[in-house]
């Protein structure tokens, strides 16, 4: 699967919307990937999931025990690719505002896929490899639907993603005039309650 029809995709689900956002990360952007509105459908799910899991195979990242994502937004996306990739999948959780493996057990040794949704500055994957790193498990890499940051993002480990969607982003007081005079909106799910 190209990165134009990862990006088609997207679109047809209408999940790619315009207008000015305020990310998990705490960065605006004029550009919100809900990546909701494509999860809805299990057939572009299955596809897409499908063709990120051929591509780590390709990525030649070893042998994958299990995959790890965090919750809520990597959770189906990281289940559908297990399934094709032939492995568990689990999640990590916030507890007391950090990622713990919950409701699962890892055994020592484990080669953890860690598997996203979207990536911006890459701050989920890394809270995501250190509590797996904590259970005493290997993660070989972290593999994504969307890099958002066109591969600028650093997750500490070697990071595949389906395809490379680079899109500004901005601290809030940096945001230009004309995004700045549209109310801001958190379409995202990181900070509820």
Request: glycine share 8%; aromatic share 6%; proline share 7%.
């Amino acid at each position: 699967m190209t990165e134009s029809e990862v990006i088609d995709i997207f679109r047809a689900s209408g999940a790619i919307m315009e207008g000015h956002f305020i990310l998990s990360s705490g960065l605006r952007s004029p550009v919100f990937i809900q990546k909701a509105r494509v999860f809805q459908y299990p057939d572009r799910t299955e596809a897409l999931c499908k063709a990120l899991a051929q591509k780590v195979k390709a990525a030649d990242l070893g042998p994958i025990d299990i995959v790890v994502s965090p919750a809520v937004g990597g959770i189906i996306p990281g289940y559908e690719t297990a399934r094709h990739l032939y492995v568990p999948a689990v999640w990590v959780e916030r507890e007391d505002g950090q990622f713990r493996l919950r409701r699962f057990e890892l055994p020592k040794g484990a080669r953890v896929l860690i598997v996203e949704d979207i990536v911006t500055t890459g701050l989920s994957s890394r809270e995501t490899v250190a509590a797996v790193e904590m259970l005493d498990a290997e993660v070989v890499g972290c593999a994504c639907l969307i890099d958002r940051s066109g591969g600028e993002a650093d997750v500490g480990v070697p990071l595949v993603s389906l395809a490379r969607y680079r899109v500004p982003a901005y601290p809030a007081d940096q945001v230009p005039p004309e995004m700045a005079a549209i109310p801001a909106v958190k379409p995202g799910s990181r900070g509820l309650a």
